[in-house]
């Protein structure tokens, strides 16, 4: 028995040193690519003259060029692939500019891909620094959507405020991974 007992323990030694340990938790999904994003965007409060702190939502989608390695190692090209954006944050805002930072999930389907940002923004553009939730970047770069009136986003601004606007942004990564 003892014999038997030691030769167990001696196979098991072997395989331990042989065979590594399954990795510790679930793998991540990587994009690296481009994105063409159209967000509605929503404030509280709604965003005046004054800086204030507020909050800030985001939900959207659009399409992504480039590659997409899924959890399982798997690559899939991406050519113009539908996705999802979805983000919140806080920060000091007003319609003059500020800056704002959150989190939120990029999604390709089932693929999803977290990420935390900050925003900078200025009078009707933005740039977001997203860091992925297990590792790499991505710039995005966004602007007040041309379909929003000008005139009036500067009346509520003046006004009673703004509280949601319609943005496009461009989103380049050389891989991102959540």
């Known amino acids: 028995m003892v014999m ?12 331990s ?6 990795p510790a938790g679930p793998s991540t999904e990587t994009f690296r690519g481009t994105c063409d994003l159209t967000l509605t965007v929503r404030h509280q409060p709604s965003l005046t003259t ?4 507020g909050q800030v939502w985001a939900r959207g989608s659009g399409t992504c060029t480039g590659g997409l390695t899924r959890a399982s190692g798997r690559v899939v090209l991406l050519d113009e692939a539908p996705v999802d954006i979805r983000a ?3 920060g000091e805002l007003s319609c003059g500019g500020g800056v704002a930072q959150g989190t939120g ?18 009078p009707g553009v933005a740039t977001l620094y997203y860091t992925g939730s297990a ?7 966004a602007y007040i959507s041309p379909d929003e009136d000008p ?4 009346a509520a ?18 891989g991102i991974s959540g």
Do not use: M
Request: one cysteine or more; a negative charge.
């Open 88 to 90: 919140t944050g806080a």
């Open 50 to 53: 004054a800086l204030a702190s």
């Open 4 to 15: 038997r007992s030691a030769a167990v323990f001696v196979i098991t030694l072997g395989l």
């Open 135 to 141: 590792a790499g970047s991505a710039l995005g770069e």
């Open 157 to 174: 601004c003046t006004g009673t405020g703004l509280r949601r606007v319609e943005v496009q942004e461009q989103l380049v990564s050389n």
């Open 105 to 122: 999930v990029l999604s390709f389907g089932g693929e999803k891909i977290g990420f935390n940002f900050e925003e900078i923004r200025g």
């Open 17 to 22: 040193l042989i065979c590594p340990p399954a």
């Open 151 to 154: 005139a009036e986003t500067a």
